[in-house]
């Protein structure tokens, strides 16, 4: 699979598991701070964010990237970019999932990888293989029957598939490590979320203070909440093939669909689950044509025909590229 011994790959594959369970299974953690709004949590989300990775960088010192950053004002702004689109993608997650709307939640998430390939194709004019096209146009397909199903369109996952594909897309351009990227973004989100903060405070609608020790404690998990997993992904992706990670990445929708329907008792008609069905069989195509192509690489690799190390770019999902900066949900 790659030239790393055998133990690191166990350690990259925990640290996956890890990563990806963790955030699959967050739906469970953001109803513990009600009765939080959803932007307040959001605000102290940013907050103990900063906190918790600047005190990791202190711990590891590494600062270097910051003066680098600072002298690249293009970078800089498509951090701001990046970190304003994150917040969104955020704050919709936690109201939705504080809303009742965890199963929808989890489809924008299932479907951001078919986000990712239309991305592409629009913005960076990329070519797809005819399976590709299939499994956007049976995505296609599944919203329009969720959008019969909901009576509406699925306006949640839409806004969190559309907002982590264009985070995505960002970062790559950043080209940022994750601990180091969630540092610049939270940066650049902290006053605005400090200064609302403090306005809910003088207005005496603040919950931190008011609602005991454990909910003030609760509110400052979340910055652990956030970098947790971004800190196991991280070790992960240094050990383990983009490949893998493509299919690990799968877990954390499909946690939080089963935690919806299963823990939160959300309703499933039939036309939903057709919906569903459809979405996942655009993924099962995904993922079908990315392990064929990994597979020719190898042989091709094997017999001396290509480069050693050069993978095709769709030998991984777009998805798991996009999940390689990733600090969600």
Request: charged share 15%; net charge positive.
């Amino acid at each position: 699979m790659t030239g790393k011994p055998e133990g690191e790959q166990r350690l990259g594959l925990l640290n996956g598991f890890a990563a990806y369970g963790m955030w699959g299974l967050v739906p469970l953690f953001w109803p513990l701070l009600k009765p939080s709004g959803a932007v307040e949590i959001l605000a102290h989300r940013m907050v103990w964010s900063l906190l918790f990775v600047a005190a990791a960088l202190l711990l590891i010192r590494r600062w270097a990237w910051l003066g680098e950053l600072l002298r690249q004002p293009r970078r800089l702004a498509l951090v701001t970019v990046a970190a304003a689109v994150i917040t969104v993608n955020w704050g919709v997650y936690i109201w939705a999932v504080n809303s009742g709307h965890v199963v929808e939640a989890s489809l924008g998430y299932f479907i951001n990888p078919l986000v990712t390939i239309a991305m592409g194709v629009l913005l960076l004019k990329e070519r797809l293989r005819p399976v590709q096209w299939a499994a956007v146009g049976v995505g296609a397909s599944a919203v329009l029957v969720l959008t019969i199903g909901y009576g509406r369109p699925p306006w949640i996952s839409l806004c969190l598939a559309f907002s982590f594909a264009t985070y995505g897309l960002v970062k790559k351009k950043v080209n940022l490590g994750g601990v180091e990227s969630l540092a610049a973004e939270s940066a650049i989100q902290f006053l605005p979320a400090l200064g609302y903060l403090m306005w809910l405070s003088a207005r005496g609608d603040a919950t931190f203070g008011t609602e005991g020790t454990g909910h003030a404690l609760l509110l400052a998990a979340s910055g652990i909440v956030t970098a947790l997993p971004l800190v196991c992904f991280g070790a992960s992706a240094i050990r383990v093939p983009l490949s893998t990670l493509g299919l690990l990445q799968y877990m954390t929708p499909v946690f939080q669909f089963l935690l919806g329907i299963l823990y939160f008792k959300e309703a499933m008609p039939p036309e939903r689950w057709a919906g569903f069905a459809l979405v996942w069989l655009a993924l099962a195509l995904l993922t079908w044509n990315a392990l064929r192509t990994a597979r020719r690489a190898a042989r091709a690799v094997a017999r001396g025909t290509a480069a050693p190390g050069r993978v095709p770019a769709d030998t991984v999902s777009p998805a798991a590229e996009a999940d390689a900066l990733r600090a969600r949900p």
